[in-house]
């Protein structure tokens, strides 16, 4: 009974204690509800250079691994915003033979990864300046992969579905001509839980890719 009459007093007193600090603070509190909270996005397509045992090395071989990624931001403040993104792509890579006794390996794969990431801006927000945003965060890669080894004419290939945790790490430079649309660039580079997204293992070094991306920015309010 005592412990339950304490605990009461305890909970008077932190409730007298709050409502001080908010009639303090009212006029802090106006100022801060006056900002609500803003939906932004954006829409860009780019190129993906993959990290790994297999590298993107060659020019020639292949195309330019395509990636269209769509972003939504929830902006809290003008300084910090949760984001919410979906990529998909097309990685390869290689490995450069030294001579004709060691095999030709490469790969090739069409993914697509999803993730949610903490958006911090490190410059002032606003319109017709630019805007740099940082966003760090966790996802989810999943891919449908192949490889194909060479070794004196003979040819062995494989095909598997590969999936692993992503950590995106990226910056994205933006600026708004007008309250509603602008132009955003985005440079993230997205490392790996496992070092078998090639379908290959040669060494400890944990697997990467690198998106670069140029497109349209937009504001939903």
């Known amino acids: 009974m005592k412990n339950l009459i304490s605990l009461i007093v305890l909970f008077l007193f932190s409730t007298s204690i709050c409502a001080q600090k908010k009639s303090k603070y009212n006029t802090m509190d106006k100022n801060i509800s006056k900002h609500e909270t803003r939906w932004d996005g954006s829409i860009s397509y780019g190129n993906t250079i993959f990290i790994g045992d297999l590298s993107k090395t060659s020019t020639t071989k292949y195309l330019p691994n395509v990636a269209l990624a769509i972003k939504f931001n929830?902006?809290?403040?003008?300084?910090?915003?949760l984001q919410l993104s979906i990529i998909t792509g097309k990685n390869s890579g290689e490995n450069a033979p030294t001579s004709a006794?060691?095999?030709s390996i490469n790969f090739r794969s069409q993914y697509t990864q999803g993730y949610i990431a903490y958006r911090k801006a490190i410059t002032p927000t606003g319109i017709q300046i630019p805007q740099l945003h940082l966003h760090a965060g966790i996802g989810f890669y999943?891919?449908?992969?192949?490889?194909t080894w060479t070794l004196n004419g003979a040819v062995a290939e494989l095909s598997d579905e590969v999936s692993s945790l992503v950590f995106p790490l990226g910056l994205?430079?933006?600026?708004?001509?007008?309250?509603?649309?602008?132009?955003?660039?985005?440079v993230s580079n997205n490392i790996f839980s496992r070092d078998n997204i090639d379908l290959?293992?040669?060494?400890?070094?944990?697997?990467?890719?690198l998106i670069i991306n140029l497109g349209i920015c937009y504001s939903f309010n």
């Open 74 to 81: 929830k902006e809290y403040n003008p300084e910090t915003s």
């Open 101 to 103: 006794n060691i095999a």
């Open 142 to 147: 999943y891919a449908d992969a192949s490889r």
């Open 172 to 186: 994205e430079l933006s600026y708004y001509f007008k309250e509603e649309w602008g132009m955003v660039l985005g």
């Open 200 to 209: 290959y293992e040669s060494n400890d070094n944990i697997d990467q890719q």
